[in-house]
């Protein structure tokens, strides 16, 4: 089988690659046999990371680590594969996966626009991450705060729907108690995703 068709750890790591695209494959089944294993790897990482979870009081939005994962899976996976991850992680836990926040599925509370957000913004993070947005410190920086807004953007409008509140009160629910704890996640991904970068290009000179 020829395997012109796939990139070398080489190429993939020039600009337009994402780190998934580094990861060696020397045909094409097994390159698609790595990108099953990296879309499924990366709707069990965001299910496990949602059990990373601590109540608001007041709020019916806990603070989980479920975002600061979608966000990664976009920015590591690219836009197709961070689509599929994330609709894959959306469709198991609407059917009844309890890999949601605190172990919930479905789709009724009122936090599962949160959910639809994460799939938007990886498939964001993961574009930009394609143009080099997950590089250096500041474009990362960039890349997760404009995720952030997108799960925002969708999330607490469908707050504030489900809940039948003003859209400013979904505001003080579901976006203000957490803009600390994003700056945090932001921080993590600032350091860990350009020294990703750094690590495999050191691997592939050596």
């Not at 250096?136 to 799960?151: E, F, K, P």
């Not at 707050?159 to 803009?179: C, F, N, Q, R």
């Amino acid at each position: 089988m020829s395997t012109a068709a796939v990139p070398s750890p080489q190429s993939a790591a020039r600009p337009g690659a994402v780190l998934a695209d580094v990861l060696p494959a020397s045909t094409a089944a097994r390159a698609r046999a790595r990108d099953i294993a990296l879309v499924v790897g990366g709707a069990a990482l965001t299910g496990a990371a949602a059990q990373l979870s601590l109540p608001v009081p007041g709020s019916p939005v806990p603070v989980t680590g479920q975002t600061f994962a979608a966000l990664l899976v976009g920015a590591s996976l690219g836009t197709g594969r961070a689509f599929l991850s994330l609709a894959l992680y959306a469709l198991a836990g609407m059917a009844g996966m309890p890999w949601f926040a605190e172990g919930s599925s479905g789709w009724g509370m009122p936090s599962f626009g949160y959910v639809l957000g994460m799939l938007l913004a990886a498939v964001a993070v993961g574009a930009l991450a394609r143009r080099g947005g997950d590089r250096d410190v500041w474009r990362t920086a960039g890349t997760m705060v404009l995720g952030s807004v997108i799960i925002y953007a969708v999330g607490v409008p469908y707050l504030a729907l489900s809940l039948d509140v003003p859209l400013t009160e979904a505001v003080s629910l579901g976006l203000t108690p957490y803009l600390l704890g994003d700056a945090l996640k932001a921080a993590l991904a600032m350091g860990a995703l350009p020294a990703a970068w750094h690590l495999a290009g050191r691997t592939h000179r050596s």
